[in-house]
């Protein structure tokens, strides 16, 4: 709920500094396929898989590995965009908790208290589940990695209740901040990483063009030119004898 809320704070401070959402449309984005396809991989298990339990661990992280990496790369190709090291972070700190704690995140009985939410766990196996996500219940000490899970939290009197990692709350300023870039950005902007190679991809001959003029004035006042083919002006031949006489 949390990453709901911060994008959709984004948005609306974007639109009331006068931002357009068709200015999202221009972001050039490289292999937007990717996040699709993690999300769904994710999805499937989440909302269409089968009971936790029985879903075997080394499927579980599997799964995770590879949404993961879809993740990541896609936040690498497209580090150009603000706020993809938010991004970037956030993944990488939900990724490396859920693998050291068996593929699910994991999130403590008090946390789930707190945020009115503890009519949703399951148990399966011998093992406590949140349903319909994909979090696990533990208590602190079973914990690897805790001060990166399920930490944080709103409680339940308030709307959106729910519990979240640092992960998620650097995902969430992440997706704000690319939204709110992207919708009060300029018409006709370029990124950051796009900008500078195709400024210095424009400039360069150019200055090729006034170091060769640069070489050629030279040239022409100082020396003649060597190059065959090239008209060279005529030079008196007269004989030094003839030439000392003119003087005498």
């Known amino acids: ?103 699910f995140m994991p ?9 009115g939410h503890t009519g949703y766990v399951v148990t399966q196996g011998g093992d406590q589940f949140v349903r319909r996500s994909k979090d696990i219940v533990l208590e602190k000490e079973d914990t690897r990695l805790w001060f990166l899970s399920d930490v944080f939290g709103i409680p339940a009197p308030l709307p959106l209740a729910s519990n979240f990692s640092p992960g998620d709350l650097l995902i969430g300023l992440g997706a704000a901040w690319l939204t709110y870039r992207g919708l009060t950005r300029p018409a006709g902007a370029v990124e950051d990483g796009s900008e500078a190679s195709s400024s210095g991809t424009a400039c360069a ?31 008196s031949r007269r004989p030094a004898a003839q030439s000392a006489g003119g003087y005498a």
Do not use: Y
């Open 1 to 103: 709920m949390v990453l709901i809320a911060l994008f959709g704070l984004g948005i609306a401070a974007g639109l009331l500094r006068g931002g357009s959402l068709r200015n999202l449309a221009t972001l050039r984005v490289r292999h937007a396929w990717l996040p699709l396809l993690a999300f769904g991989l994710q999805a499937c298990f989440v909302v269409f898989g089968r009971e936790p339990a029985s879903i075997p661990t080394w499927v579980r992280l599997f799964v995770l590995l590879v949404t993961c990496a879809g993740l990541i790369g896609f936040l690498l190709l497209n580090r150009h965009l603000p706020g993809s090291r938010l991004l970037l972070a956030g993944a990488a700190l939900n990724a490396t908790v859920m693998l050291a704690n068996g593929g």
């Open 107 to 115: 999130v403590t009985p008090q946390a789930l208290e707190r945020s």
């Open 205 to 235: 001959p150019e200055g090729h063009r006034r170091f060769g003029k640069e070489l050629d004035h030279g040239a022409g006042n100082d020396a003649q030119d060597d190059r065959p083919g090239v008209d060279r002006p005529a030079v």
